[in-house]
């Protein structure tokens, strides 16, 4: 696959996901169940049954074999809000429905994880043992690889006034590898405007030229993928 601005990309966007098409794998990240539950103002909507329903199109749209939350599947660090457990069950069911396997590497924000989530966790996984590893991206990765898929830091690209999750592309950028760094699965996450943000504002140690990475931005509209050219030249052009 080609993206809009001539690079070559192993993957498809569907959502805030991406499918890695060679192993059947599916990829979110921050999905952040409890986000609205545990926050002191009232959400502008059900986090649980938006991130559900989401989910369940991408999963008829690719059908793959696994599904992998890239950490962050819940909110809170210290407690478990009302409804969190529900909706979980309700994450796990959705996979399950699919006929997929479901796997979690738990982010900063997974420290009570063990409690409600009885499926498979691991610190990073690789698919079908092949070159992508993927993991949360809060800390070096401990295995090396030729691709790694996170997420930790919700880009969103600052388009004509609006601002809208966005996916960034790396090729060789970190340690010889590329690196794919996914927006916030939940539409509750502001995300992070990396139109003026430099190597210094991300918090995952795999972005340290974010110059070098290409943004991509689908159109829920018409669920078209748009690309543009590596953040150092998009700062001049938006």
């Known amino acids: 696959m080609t993206d809009g601005v001539g690079v070559d990309v192993p993957f498809a966007v569907h959502d805030r996901s991406i499918f890695l098409p060679t192993t059947e794998t599916l990829v979110l990240a921050d999905v952040h169940l409890g986000k609205a539950a ?18 369940a199109a991408v999963l008829e749209a ?25 909706d979980l069950e309700a994450v796990v069911a959705t996979v399950a429905d699919a006929g997929a396997e479901l796997v979690v590497t738990p982010g900063n924000h997974d420290a009570m994880l ?3 989530f009885s499926g498979q966790t691991v610190p990073e996984y690789r698919p079908d043992g ?7 991206g809060h800390e070096r990765p401990v295995e090396s690889a030729e691709r790694y898929v996170v997420g930790h830091d919700h880009p969103a690209l600052s388009v004509e006034g609006r601002k809208l999750p966005c996916l960034l592309y790396g090729p060789d950028c970190y340690e010889g590898a590329d690196v794919i760094v996914l927006p916030a699965f939940t539409r509750l996450a502001a995300g992070a405007t990396v139109n003026g943000m430099r190597g210094r504002d991300f ?20 669920d078209e993928v748009l690309w543009f050219p590596p953040l150092g030249r998009c700062r001049r052009l938006l």
Do not use: K, M, N, W
């Open 38 to 55: 545990d926050s002191s103002v009232d959400a502008p909507i059900d986090d649980g049954a938006d991130v559900r329903d989401r989910l």
């Open 62 to 86: 690719t059908a793959p074999a696994t599904v992998v939350v890239a950490g962050d599947l819940l909110h809170s660090f210290s407690r478990l809000p009302r409804g969190l457990e529900r």
């Open 114 to 116: 063990g409690e409600v």
């Open 130 to 136: 092949g070159e992508t590893v993927i993991c949360h």
């Open 203 to 222: 918090q995952s140690p795999l972005v340290r030229d974010p110059d070098a990475f290409h943004p991509a931005v689908r159109d829920a509209a018409t």
